[in-house]
């Protein structure tokens, strides 16, 4: 008990009520020794007065602090008492809905009555692995830690998981064997997991039921081994049973059930296959409607059956046995509805109406007399003679009663022996982790031989229970080395030796069973005589001479005696047995074969749960009592128990009416008083409850020491602070590495500690509050002060402004009267202006008017005369008109009958002349061509335009001349009018040309700006495309993102399932190879990885059919002849020799068709020749036409120049004449050039269309006269080919104008260059000049100096340049060689190529010492040689023996992928497919193998960087244009030649794809460890953590000297991985996709740790986490990483966080979270807010009306149902093009490598 001086004012205590079991009070008065009352007050305010015993003065228990309160263990409480323990599971149960507790080494488990997410494969993964007290309370933490122990100590398990019925012992169990199943897997059958989770479906149906507290409530005890071998793998299973309820198959109380395989058989009696069994409805039985109630809400039976047999299935039981269950099951049924009517008053029999009887008989194939005659008489043996007896009616029901629960019992056994059957394997197991699911401590208003028995086990399990938690405590002292006092435990030995001992209950009953005349009252005067008063635990009721009462541990229990006489007999009429012996059904007499014939004993399961024994006990065994077959079992079960290191589970009902979350205090406390809690608290309680680590007790109370209490020492500054403020030595006791302490001591640290936050609390407040104060009161001041100032300024703003005003109204009294006066004056002169102005204005109306009058009037004469004169017209023309229109018409219908006539005979013209069109339409056509020819003549006139134009001017000139003459000779007038008028014709000739070039020009601007409105138009619709969709487009291209990465997420994880495959199968092949090379002990093996690497060479080799050379080496490397393999040589070789001949009798029939087309070709082209010809002929004469029109024109140009008559300038000799005459020649010969040029390019198309239509009717029909080359010119017109010559020529012309403007440009760029070296040489010169005159100026030695200088520097610099024309000239000449060696190769001529392969070598040895290095660099094509004997030497290397850190730290990056690429090179130059084919997949295999040898991270990082840079070298020397434009042209002539290797571009992209994933689990196993003690338990913020006190379930330690990770060693890790991949040359991007997933990994580990930890939710723990992402985000920055999506990642974390930190009190609030948290899922915040724990007093609790109105605004998120973040995803990755920079010739291979063997070429 606590000490009075704790009894203060404000303590909280609580005191009994009849309502709430408890009920909590503060005291309003302190307490002192010899007070008789306490004075308290209730939560209510309620004043009460609590009396205390004067005699004991026991006070209440007192109450633990709010922070205490919700702990994940009991024992972590300061007041250890029972209402602590029941107000701890409440909060945790009712307020934030968690149904797991620990209680030292207890779990808790109530039940929710409600199906909860916490069970899924998820949690599995989040607690496996994890010690017990790092994670919240759960049923896999128990699981983990049984099978964590199993692993480690090597020793047997069990789970015990008691409870009353409706209390989930059920599902605890099925859920621990869930757990197992897979976190465990199978070594040897995949199945065994499935049959032992599918075991659970089958014993529910036939031993679960409904009863008044639970709908599946199981009505036998269990225990399940689960056997294990070596390696922790699942290998079978086996089942024990104990007490089945066997009264329930033929009675049922009120609101209650039979078991569910009766109803589920029901329900299915309306299917075919059940239409034999005879069932119907559940209330046709009495067996299944005794209750009333056959239907179970939310449980279809139908359903119920079908995953029965599906399970009955999976466990090996056919469908013969099953419908053999069915029908014995059925028959129990039909058995309980037979009538025994009484005959007589000591004789009955079966009523004739009842056919149930026939039913039975003929379902269980056994004779109708038979058991007819023995259900109504029974067999009575006596030393002489046996006779027949009939019984009464009520012994003949009983009987039947007997024979049906029998039946049903040995049906059970049958069924159970067939589950451990096929659990079962033939591999012995190594240990086990056994459940027991067996039923809690009962006791009801009548409690019966049932509740006996199952009282009686509970005492034995609590019994091994108290020894097991006495032994634990006692180990916990003895290692922290504390004086061991012995603790009072309650020991519960004399209520076993009640039971069980010598003339104990059940002895007596036994022998009373043996009495011929023995009663249920006679057997409790035997109880009564023999215990009462002689034993503490026997008591007798008052009011009762047939009941007896036992003090049980947990309560006293009051048996009635009825009933317990005949349920311990069990007897069944052995002549009845006798009968179903002798049935014809073969399941039926297995049932019973035990009971003739002992078997062997088994260490199998016993399945007699109706006899409580094992099923192999022979007939007279099962004469056995029921209570001596339990009490062996029993004893069985607890040296099984005693033997395995149990775990315990204990199984709380809240309330009886089955409402989820609700806790029905009395029912709580008679549940953990029954199942051991509170025995547990009691014995903590008697020693030291609470304890703390040095560190975590220092951490909490560091508030309480002083600076000199503060040493280096933790233990000493500990118990220097304990000495000061516990003054009572015996309250508390140092271990080696823990405090001990009192229960009660924690909560007065607590006190003294909130004390002392108070006072700096009041100390603060008090500081802050004084400035808060003077800061008010200076505002104030400043306020008053401000005041004045504007009042003052106001007064004197108001005395102004009355002056002002004073003032103004002077000024406006003066200026209104003055505006009165002159607005008077300006009324007078305005009336006598008006009167002015309308009396003139009235006179000059009245002249208007007379003057309009006149006006109009001779308008109307006017109009009207004309309007007659123009009716007269119409009048006329409208006659004439009418008259033209008769005389017309009249005519136009004669000439349409002519037209008719005609047009007729046209018709029959056009019948006649069919064809003409085609030809009128060619003739269009040619009119169309010279319509083309004649605009390129007015081009060219356009151009004589430009030249007449400069003529002109010579002509002004000359006309200037002849006015100078006519100036001289005034008798050449004439002369000069001639010229006059001959100028004027010209002018008219310009003027012509003027308006021809305007009228083009005009065409063109209409061109021009039909072509911008087009353009406009054309970017109007792009603009408008852009902008309309440019919004679905982003959609869409998001959408296929996003299904793009899906696809590729699902890709790599069927890479990642086939990667496991073939790591399977290799392991598979490795077991199978040393198997048999185990089984030739005389057969010396190689090195493992030399055999692993031939084998799969031959393997491979054999796959893709290598050559005779290979196989002759594999041959060598052996040294044994093979003959098999030397007759498939041979055969290869018969093979091969076929092929070549067949090969050259193809190329022969090949030789013959080329032949035959040449042939062809030689007609066909002097077929074009001739069509040539007709075509040159016909342009000839069109030419010839033109050449007449122009000389018409030149003969009529010529006359108009010769029009002056006597004129001598006009004659054929004078000057005009002969410019004009020179222009019109030079015209004419280019346009005659022109043309030959024009029928020079036509006649070559026409050659060139030939040679494509001879090709096409070639291939096509010959006959097709329209596609024939030798058709006429009409008909080759007719089909259109003249018009695609036409087309080709303008092609053509298009091609000569770029040629010629490309030899324009080339020509500039000539003269350019030559201007530059005539510049150049200018400067040369100036400068040989300079250095002259300066050398002149020189001594005659220094001047001779300086021309030498001079000379060297020139040589030089003609050395360099005749340096870099040979580099030249050898680039060429590799060329060529090149170029010659594939010629070589495809005709058949080797011999070649090693004449050019040894002339680089001839070269080099001509050429001078000086420049042989640079020759021989210049010659490397960056290409190794090898031969064949070297290519696994080569592999071994480069690959196997090649350690990743001294390549990585002394060469280049990717250098091993670089050389293997570099080999590549040279097998596809030498055009050697097999090479490249072993050189790829040894590559990779040997990859492969490395990795699976080694895998640590650097061996992964180091290929994987190997990989991606030989997948990129095959990329970038693909020769594919995408990716040789990023080459330099050095680099585009090391592309691939021979080979497409694309295929292998995808393997090797698998196999990065798998590095990466292996990558990503080895960073996993690394970092995983780190994570949670880092993020969460480093205190990295010193003093801001606070540690609440922990139970006996320590969670890992939280504090630097314990915890080996911090975030520290997080960073340090990261920096490794980022370093070590980059220095081993990985690409950026695939960096940043490493670290992206490390920073999700640490999410979803600290997320998933934050939600499963109660401990973890608090303001202190937020603010740790957000401090630890900043570190990350500052690590981020530092690596410039911010783009690679490891931020985001964080996301959720950096949003739990902030929950933690934030406001949770108002709906402002609420609607501030749901905002916040778009990251978490709803089921995420209700948790964590659900989980959030105070650390300190000063914080507040989530209400539970806060939690429901944040669930209400996230009620509409669509989001997955998960709890916890998946940690196993792996992000897909791409690996993009990164072309390399290195050039291939410049890579030196390093000698410590030993590759002397490669050649370099």
């Given at each position: 008990m606590a000490a009075p001086e704790l009894y203060s004012k404000f303590a909280r205590v609580w005191?009994?009520?009849?309502?709430?079991?408890?009920?909590?009070?503060?005291?309003?008065?302190?307490?002192?020794?010899?007070?008789?009352?306490?004075?308290?007050?209730?939560?209510?305010?309620?004043?009460?007065?609590?009396?205390?015993?004067?005699?004991?003065?026991?006070?209440?228990?007192l109450r633990n602090p709010d922070i205490l309160v919700g702990e994940n263990d009991l024992t972590a409480l300061s007041y250890l008492h029972e209402p602590a323990v029941l107000h701890n599971l409440r909060v945790r149960?009712?307020?934030?809905?968690?149904?797991?507790?620990?209680?030292?080494?207890?779990?808790?488990?109530?039940?929710?009555?409600?199906?909860?997410?916490?069970?899924?494969?998820?949690?599995?993964?989040?607690?496996?692995?994890?010690?017990?007290?790092?994670?919240?309370?759960?049923?896999?933490?128990?699981?983990?830690?049984?099978?964590?122990?199993?692993?480690?100590?090597?020793?047997?398990?069990?789970?015990?998981?008691?409870?009353?019925?409706?209390?989930g012992k059920t599902v605890s169990a099925k859920y621990a064997m869930r757990y197992f199943a897979t976190v465990s897997g199978s070594s040897a059958e995949a199945s065994v997991e499935e049959k032992v989770l599918a075991s659970s479906p089958i014993m529910e149906a036939i031993g679960n039921a409904k009863t008044t507290r639970n709908d599946n409530s199981s009505r036998f005890g269990k225990y399940i081994e689960i056997g294990f071998d070596r390696k922790h793998h699942i290998v079978g299973a086996n089942m024990r049973t104990y007490l089945l309820e066997k009264s329930r198959v033929v009675f049922q109380a009120s609101e209650e059930r039979n078991y569910h395989i009766f109803y589920q058989l029901c329900a299915c009696a309306h299917l075919p296959e059940f239409e034999p069994l005879k069932l119907g409805s559940a209330d046709d039985f009495p067996y299944t409607n005794q209750g009333r109630s056959p239907v179970i809400v939310g449980v279809n039976d139908l359903k119920e059956m079908q995953a029965t047999k599906k399970a009955f299935s999976l466990l090996g039981i056919t469908e013969a046995h099953q419908m053999g269950l069915f029908q014995i099951l059925s028959a129990i049924l039909h058995l309980g509805n037979v009538e025994v009517k009484e005959r007589g008053s000591s004789s009955c029999g079966i009523s004739d109406e009842n056919g149930h009887l026939a039913v039975f008989c003929d379902l269980t194939e056994v004779s109708y007399e038979s058991m007819a005659h023995w259900l109504c008489n029974k067999k009575l043996k006596t030393a002489t003679e046996t006779l027949n007896k009939p019984v009464t009616r009520l012994e003949a029901v009983n009987g039947r009663d007997a024979l049906s629960k029998h039946i049903y019992a040995?049906?059970?056994?049958?069924?159970?022996?067939?589950?451990?059957?096929?659990?079962?394997?033939?591999?012995?197991?190594?240990?086990?982790?056994?459940?027991?699911?067996?039923?809690?401590?009962?006791?009801?208003?009548?409690?019966?031989?049932?509740?006996?028995?199952?009282?009686?086990?509970?005492?034995?399990?609590?019994?091994?229970?108290?020894?097991?938690?006495?032994?634990?405590?006692?180990?916990?002292?003895?290692?922290?080395?504390?004086?061991?006092?012995?603790?009072?435990?309650?020991?519960?030995?004399?209520?076993?030796?009640?039971?069980?001992?010598?003339?104990?209950?059940?002895?007596?009953?036994?022998?009373?069973?043996?009495?011929?005349?023995?009663?249920?009252?006679?057997?409790?005067?035997?109880?009564?005589?023999?215990?009462?008063?002689?034993?503490?635990?026997?008591?007798?009721?008052?009011?009762?001479?047939?009941?007896?009462?036992?003090?049980?541990?947990?309560?006293?229990?009051?048996?009635?005696?009825?009933?317990?006489?005949?349920?311990?007999?069990?007897?069944?009429?052995?002549?009845?047995?006798?009968?179903?012996?002798?049935?014809?059904?073969?399941?039926?007499?297995?049932?019973?074969?035990?009971?003739?014939?002992?078997?062997?004993?088994?260490?199998?399961?016993?399945?007699?749960?109706?006899?409580?024994?094992?099923?192999?006990?022979?007939?007279?065994?099962?004469?056995?009592?029921?209570?001596?077959?339990?009490?062996?079992?029993?004893?069985?079960?607890?040296?099984?128990?005693?033997?395995?290191?149990?775990?315990?589970?204990?199984?709380?009902?809240?309330?009886?009416?089955?409402?989820?979350?609700?806790?029905?205090?009395?029912?709580?406390?008679?549940?953990?008083?029954?199942?051991?809690?509170?025995?547990?608290?009691?014995?903590?309680?008697?020693?030291?409850?609470?304890?703390?680590?040095?560190?975590?007790?220092?951490?909490?109370?560091?508030?309480?020491?002083?600076?000199?209490?503060?040493?280096?020492?933790?233990?000493?500054?500990?118990?220097?602070?304990?000495?000061?403020?516990?003054?009572?030595?015996?309250?508390?006791?140092?271990?080696?590495?823990?405090?001990?302490?009192?229960?009660?001591?924690?909560?007065?640290?607590?006190?003294?500690?909130?004390?002392?936050?108070?006072?700096?609390?009041?100390?603060?407040?008090?500081?802050?509050?004084?400035?808060?104060?003077?800061?008010?009161?200076?505002?104030?001041?400043?306020?008053?002060?401000?005041?004045?100032r504007y009042t003052r300024g106001h007064q004197a703003r108001c005395l102004c402004n009355n002056l002002r005003r004073t003032r103004a109204a002077v000024i406006f009294q003066k200026y209104t009267r003055m505006w009165a006066a002159r607005r008077q004056y300006l009324r007078q002169r305005a009336a006598a202006v008006l009167i002015q102005r309308l009396l003139r204005g009235y006179t000059a109306r009245l002249e208007h008017k007379r003057l309009v009058f006149e006006h109009k009037a001779l308008l109307i004469q006017r109009w009207v005369r004309g309007f007659l004169a123009r009716w007269r017209f119409r009048r006329i023309k409208?006659?004439?008109?009418?008259?033209?229109?008769?005389?017309?018409?009249?005519?136009?219908?004669?000439e349409l009958k002519k037209l008719k006539i005609e047009a007729r005979s046209v018709e029959h013209y056009k019948t006649l002349n069919f064809g003409m069109e085609n030809k009128i339409m060619q003739l269009q056509r040619k009119l169309d061509e010279q319509h083309k020819e004649n605009r390129e003549l007015s081009e060219r006139i356009s151009v004589l335009e430009s030249h007449s134009a400069v003529e002109m001017e010579k002509l002004h000139v000359q006309l200037k001349t002849l006015e100078e003459v006519k100036e001289e000779a005034h008798h050449s007038g004439d002369l000069v009018t001639s010229l006059q008028e001959e100028l004027e014709l010209v002018r008219q000739e310009l003027e012509k040309n003027k308006e021809m070039v305007a009228d083009l020009n005009e065409k063109n601007t209409l061109l021009k700006s039909e072509k911008e409105e087009m353009n406009r138009l054309i970017q109007e619709q792009e603009q408008q495309i852009k902008e309309k969709p440019e919004l679905p487009n982003q959609e869409s291209t998001e959408h296929l993102q996003a299904q793009l990465n899906e696809e590729r997420f699902r890709y790599q994880n069927l890479l990642t399932e086939h990667l496991k495959l073939e790591e399977r199968y290799a392991d598979l092949r490795s077991e199978k190879e040393a198997a048999v090379d185990l089984s030739k002990p005389g057969h010396n093996r190689a090195d493992s990885g030399y055999n692993s690497s031939q084998s799969e060479s031959l393997h491979s080799s054999v796959l893709t059919g290598s050559e005779v050379s290979t196989l002759e080496r594999e041959d060598a490397v052996q040294m044994a002849t093979d003959v098999s393999l030397l007759l498939k040589l041979q055969r290869r070789v018969t093979e091969l020799e076929k092929e070549n001949m067949d090969l050259q009798s193809d190329m022969d029939t090949k030789e013959e068709q080329l032949q035959q087309e040449r042939t062809k070709e030689l007609e066909d082209c002097q077929r074009v020749l001739g069509a040539e010809r007709d075509y040159e002929a016909l342009k000839r004469q069109e030419l010839e036409s033109d050449n007449k029109k122009l000389k018409k024109d030149l003969q009529d140009l010529r006359q108009s120049l010769s029009k002056g008559k006597g004129s001598k300038v006009a004659s054929p000799g004078g000057q005009a004449y002969n410019v004009v005459l020179e222009q019109l020649n030079s015209t004419n010969e280019e346009l005659e050039v022109r043309k030959e040029e024009v029928l020079i390019l036509r006649?070559?198309?026409?050659?060139?269309?030939?040679?494509?239509?001879?090709?096409?009717?070639?291939?096509?029909?010959?006959?097709?006269?329209?596609?024939?080359?030798?058709?006429?010119?009409?008909?080759?017109?007719?089909?259109?080919?003249?018009?695609?010559?036409?087309?080709?020529?303008?092609?053509?012309?298009?091609?000569?104008?770029?040629?010629?403007?490309?030899?324009?440009?080339?020509?500039?760029?000539?003269?350019?260059?030559?201007?530059?070296?005539?510049?150049?040489?200018?400067?040369?010169?100036?400068?040989?000049?300079?250095?002259?005159?300066?050398?002149?100026?020189?001594?005659?030695?220094?001047?001779?100096?300086?021309?030498?200088?001079?000379?060297?520097?020139?040589?030089?610099?003609?050395?360099?340049?005749?340096?870099?024309?040979?580099?030249?000239?050898?680039?060429?000449?590799?060329?060529?060689?090149?170029?010659?060696?594939?010629?070589?190769?495809?005709?058949?001529?080797?011999?070649?190529?090693?004449?050019?392969?040894?002339?680089?070598?001839?070269?080099?040895?001509e050429s001078g010492h000086a420049v042989s290095i640079v020759r021989k660099e210049r010659d490397f094509r960056g290409m190794l040689e090898y031969r064949r004997e070297d290519e696994n030497k080569l592999f071994k290397i480069l690959i196997t023996d090649l350690k990743p850190r001294g390549v990585a730290v002394n060469l280049i990056p990717g250098l091993p992928a670089y050389i293997l690429f570099m080999c590549l090179r040279h097998a596809d130059y030498a055009n050697d497919d097999q090479r490249v084919s072993n050189l790829l997949n040894s590559s990779i295999n040997s990859i492969k193998n490395v990795l699976k040898k080694r895998g640590d991270f650097e061996t992964i990082s180091f290929w994987l960087a190997n990989t991606c840079r030989f997948l990129h070298c095959l990329k970038q020397y693909s020769g594919e244009e995408g990716y040789t434009k990023h080459n330099t042209p050095r680099q585009n002539e090391h592309c691939l030649t021979n080979f497409d290797l694309s295929e292998y571009c995808q393997v090797l992209s698998d196999l990065a794809i798998q590095i990466y994933q292996q990558l990503i689990r080895v960073i996993e196993n690394i970092i995983l460890p780190m994570i949670a003690p880092a993020m969460l338990e480093?205190?990295?913020?010193?003093?801001?953590?606070?540690?609440?006190?922990?139970?006996?379930?320590?969670?890992?330690?939280?504090?630097?000297?314990?915890?080996?990770?911090?975030?520290?060693?997080?960073?340090?890790?990261?920096?490794?991985?980022?370093?070590?991949?980059?220095?081993?040359?990985?690409?950026?991007?695939?960096?940043?996709?490493?670290?992206?997933?490390?920073?999700?990994?640490?999410?979803?580990?600290?997320?998933?740790?934050?939600l499963l930890r109660k401990d973890m939710c608090s303001w202190s723990k937020g603010l740790q986490i957000r401090y630890n992402v900043c570190q990350l985000e500052e690590w981020l920055l530092d690596k410039d990483l911010q783009g690679s999506g490891a931020r985001e990642s964080l996301e959720p974390l950096i949003q739990a966080?902030?929950?933690?930190?934030?406001?949770?009190?108002?709906?402002?609030?609420?609607?501030?979270?749901?905002?916040?948290?778009?990251?978490?899922?709803?089921?995420?915040?209700?948790?964590?807010?659900?989980?959030?724990?105070?650390?300190?007093?000063?914080?507040?609790?989530?209400?539970?009306?806060?939690?429901?109105?944040?669930?209400?605004?996230?009620?509409?998120?669509?989001?997955?149902?998960?709890?916890?973040?998946?940690?196993?995803?792996?992000?897909?990755?791409?690996?993009?093009?990164?072309?390399?920079?290195?050039?291939?010739?410049?890579?030196?291979?390093?000698?410590?490598?030993?590759?002397?063997f490669l050649t370099r070429v």
């Open positions: 005191i009994p009520d009849t309502s709430e079991v408890w009920r909590s009070a503060e005291l309003t008065r302190d307490y002192r020794p010899g007070d008789a009352v306490l004075h308290l007050q209730l939560e209510d305010e309620t004043e009460v007065e609590y009396k205390l015993d004067p005699k004991s003065v026991v006070l209440p228990p149960f009712t307020d934030s809905k968690l149904i797991y507790t620990y209680c030292g080494i207890i779990l808790v488990a109530i039940n929710p009555y409600e199906s909860l997410p916490i069970y899924g494969s998820d949690i599995i993964n989040a607690y496996s692995g994890q010690n017990m007290g790092d994670m919240d309370p759960h049923i896999f933490a128990v699981s983990e830690e049984a099978y964590k122990q199993m692993a480690r100590d090597e020793k047997n398990q069990s789970i015990i998981v008691s409870g009353e019925s409706g209390a040995k049906l059970f056994s049958w069924i159970v022996g067939q589950v451990n059957k096929a659990l079962s394997t033939s591999s012995k197991p190594h240990s086990f982790i056994g459940v027991l699911d067996i039923y809690g401590f009962e006791t009801f208003e009548v409690n019966s031989f049932e509740q006996f028995c199952i009282n009686y086990a509970n005492e034995k399990l609590q019994q091994q229970f108290n020894m097991h938690v006495f032994k634990l405590e006692q180990e916990e002292y003895m290692k922290e080395q504390i004086p061991w006092t012995l603790i009072d435990f309650y020991d519960n030995q004399p209520c076993i030796n009640l039971i069980e001992a010598k003339m104990g209950l059940l002895d007596l009953l036994d022998e009373e069973c043996t009495m011929p005349k023995g009663s249920d009252e006679s057997w409790a005067q035997k109880l009564y005589n023999t215990h009462l008063k002689k034993s503490s635990h026997f008591e007798k009721p008052r009011m009762s001479n047939t009941a007896f009462i036992i003090l049980h541990f947990a309560d006293k229990v009051e048996y009635q005696c009825d009933g317990f006489l005949e349920k311990n007999k069990d007897t069944v009429n052995e002549e009845q047995i006798n009968v179903l012996k002798d049935s014809k059904f073969a399941l039926l007499v297995e049932l019973f074969q035990d009971e003739e014939t002992p078997a062997a004993p088994s260490t199998t399961a016993p399945s007699g749960r109706a006899k409580f024994g094992r099923a192999t006990q022979s007939f007279r065994e099962h004469k056995k009592s029921v209570g001596l077959q339990f009490r062996n079992s029993l004893h069985l079960l607890m040296d099984t128990l005693n033997a395995t290191t149990p775990h315990y589970v204990r199984c709380i009902k809240p309330n009886d009416v089955k409402a989820p979350f609700i806790m029905d205090p009395h029912r709580a406390v008679q549940q953990l008083r029954a199942c051991g809690v509170l025995e547990t608290i009691r014995i903590s309680a008697t020693g030291f409850p609470s304890r703390w680590t040095y560190q975590e007790f220092f951490s909490r109370y560091r508030v309480l020491m002083r600076k000199k209490d503060n040493l280096s020492d933790r233990k000493l500054t500990c118990q220097s602070i304990l000495e000061r403020l516990v003054q009572n030595k015996d309250k508390y006791q140092f271990g080696k590495t823990k405090i001990f302490f009192r229960a009660g001591q924690v909560a007065y640290l607590e006190k003294l500690r909130a004390d002392k936050l108070r006072t700096a609390c009041i100390q603060i407040q008090k500081t802050i509050r004084c400035w808060v104060a003077r800061k008010k009161y200076l505002r104030i001041r400043q306020a008053a002060i401000t005041l004045q409208r006659a004439v008109v009418y008259l033209q229109c008769c005389v017309r018409r009249m005519l136009a219908r004669r006649s070559q198309l026409v050659n060139q269309e030939a040679f494509k239509h001879k090709e096409t009717g070639s291939e096509g029909d010959s006959g097709d006269s329209s596609r024939s080359p030798t058709l006429d010119l009409h008909e080759l017109n007719e089909d259109g080919e003249l018009w695609m010559a036409y087309e080709s020529l303008k092609e053509t012309n298009r091609i000569l104008a770029s040629q010629l403007q490309t030899q324009g440009q080339s020509h500039e760029k000539e003269v350019e260059g030559l201007r530059a070296e005539l510049q150049r040489l200018k400067a040369e010169l100036d400068q040989q000049q300079q250095m002259m005159s300066d050398s002149l100026a020189l001594p005659h030695d220094a001047r001779i100096q300086a021309s030498l200088q001079h000379e060297i520097s020139r040589l030089t610099q003609q050395n360099m340049d005749l340096l870099e024309q040979t580099g030249k000239q050898d680039k060429m000449l590799r060329k060529l060689k090149k170029h010659l060696k594939i010629y070589v190769k495809k005709f058949g001529e080797p011999e070649g190529v090693h004449f050019e392969q040894s002339s680089p070598e001839h070269m080099v040895s480093q205190e990295t913020i010193q003093g801001v953590m606070g540690v609440k006190p922990t139970g006996m379930r320590k969670r890992t330690s939280s504090f630097p000297e314990d915890s080996s990770h911090s975030l520290e060693s997080i960073l340090k890790q990261l920096d490794v991985f980022y370093y070590t991949l980059l220095q081993h040359g990985n690409d950026t991007e695939l960096v940043r996709r490493v670290i992206k997933q490390q920073f999700y990994l640490i999410c979803c580990v600290t997320l998933n740790n934050l966080a902030q929950l933690l930190q934030i406001k949770k009190k108002s709906q402002d609030d609420a609607d501030a979270i749901c905002t916040m948290c778009t990251a978490l899922t709803t089921q995420q915040i209700v948790k964590i807010l659900s989980l959030y724990t105070p650390v300190n007093e000063f914080e507040e609790r989530v209400s539970i009306s806060f939690i429901k109105s944040v669930q209400n605004l996230l009620k509409d998120r669509k989001e997955s149902s998960q709890l916890l973040m998946d940690a196993k995803i792996i992000f897909s990755v791409t690996f993009p093009f990164n072309p390399s920079s290195v050039a291939f010739e410049s890579i030196q291979l390093p000698s410590s490598l030993n590759l002397s």
